[in-house]
């Protein structure tokens, strides 16, 4: 079992940053590989970016190349999502999520784990 607290979410104006944190409990954080996801107002859950068990591998959408970068410190149990020039189409739910049988998925359903969510909100 792995639980997922996520934190960092907030307020923000266009063209600012913010840094997502996904603790994780459980002593085998570091077989899982990590994912962020989001939904945003009247939208579907979509997926924004990935990174393999030993934080190699990052893999982005399209929306986050160039702006976010996932990272994970597996002594820490934690995964991150830093997030730069921010636009108000990023406003979401944003989901950390794990699974250790996939990999880097961008299937939110080969997920197995996920947080309760933190809110990004991106005023203009």
């Known amino acids: 079992q792995v639980q997922l607290v996520e934190s960092g979410g907030g307020l923000v104006q266009a063209g600012g940053s913010l840094r997502l944190s996904c603790a994780a409990s459980?002593?085998?954080?570091?077989?899982?590989?990590m994912a962020w996801f989001r939904q945003g107002p009247g939208k579907e859950r979509e997926f924004v970016a990935a990174?393999?068990?030993?934080?190699?591998?990052?893999y982005y959408a399209d929306s986050g190349k160039g702006r976010f970068t996932i990272s994970r410190d597996n002594a820490k149990n934690t995964v991150y999502l830093q997030m730069n020039s921010l636009k108000p189409e990023d406003t979401a739910v944003y989901y950390c999520?794990?699974?250790?049988?996939?990999?880097?998925?961008?299937?939110?359903?080969?997920?197995?784990?996920w947080g309760q969510g933190t809110q990004v909100t991106v005023s203009s």
């Open positions: 990174v393999s068990w030993s934080g190699g591998n990052p």
């Open positions: 999520a794990a699974n250790n049988r996939y990999g880097s998925s961008i299937r939110g359903g080969e997920y197995d784990y």
């Open positions: 459980g002593r085998t954080f570091s077989s899982y590989a």
